[in-house]
T-cell receptor
């Protein structure tokens, strides 16, 4: 069975500072990893994904994520936070050979303080 | 605008009533999914479809049925609604994984 852990319910960052939202995963084979963002009363928006290749993946709105196989992590990062980045962030995983929909973490609220 | 459209956006049901949630996508995606989102639990997969005429169970399928008669539509049915099915329901579509989500249906079962 596959699983995702987002250890922080909430992350607070001052505007302009770098941000990190943590994610660790567990799958039986090679992982496909994803980050999504959800704004209030809206559906999820796809940010980025790792399938294979470079461990550093760049995505939408200046976000990037670093895949670390030995630590089974896929942390989301941004060099300089904006107040508009405040939202709920979800990490998700799928096993390379799996046909099911993604398994999501419980989400992390990111709050950027002016 | 292209994307995933869910109807209705809100609904209140009484225990035991039935209803159908409709999801429509205009991106010609093969894969479509139904998730439910509950506080502190993230999204959980109910059912999914890898193409017209196909459906499969996800993590929490009990109490729900689905149909994919047309490629662009994916219907989620509740035959006999229960208070435990109070949730926000999201439909998603994609080429091989959920990439585009609708804005959700807020369903309350009294």
């Amino acid at each position: 069975a596959q699983s995702v852990a987002q250890p922080e319910d909430q992350v607070n960052v001052a505007e302009g500072n770098p941000l990190t939202v943590k994610c660790t995963y567990s799958v039986s084979g090679n992982p496909y990893l994803f980050w999504y963002v959800q704004y209030p009363n809206r559906g999820l928006q796809f940010l980025l994904k790792y399938i294979t290749g470079d461990n550093l993946v760049k995505g939408s709105y200046g976000f990037e994520a670093e895949f670390n196989k030995s630590q089974t992590s896929f942390h989301l990062k941004k060099p300089s936070a904006l107040v508009s980045d405040s939202a709920l962030y979800f990490c998700a995983v799928r096993d390379e050979g799996g046909a099911d929909g993604l398994t999501f973490g419980k989400g992390t609220h990111l709050i950027i303080q002016p | 605008n292209a994307g995933v459209t869910q109807t209705p956006k809100f609904r209140v049901l009484k225990t035991g009533q039935s209803m159908t949630l409709l999801c429509a996508q205009d991106m010609n995606h093969e894969y479509m999914y139904w998730y439910r989102q509950d506080p502190g639990m993230g999204l959980r997969l109910i059912h999914y479809s890898v193409g017209e005429g196909t459906t499969a169970k996800g993590e929490v399928p009990d109490g729900y049925n689905v149909s994919r008669l047309k490629k662009q539509n994916f219907l989620l049915g509740l035959e006999s609604a229960a208070p435990s099915q109070t949730s926000v329901y999201f439909c998603a579509s994609g080429l091989s994984q959920p990439q585009h989500f609708g804005d959700g249906t807020r369903l309350s079962i009294l």
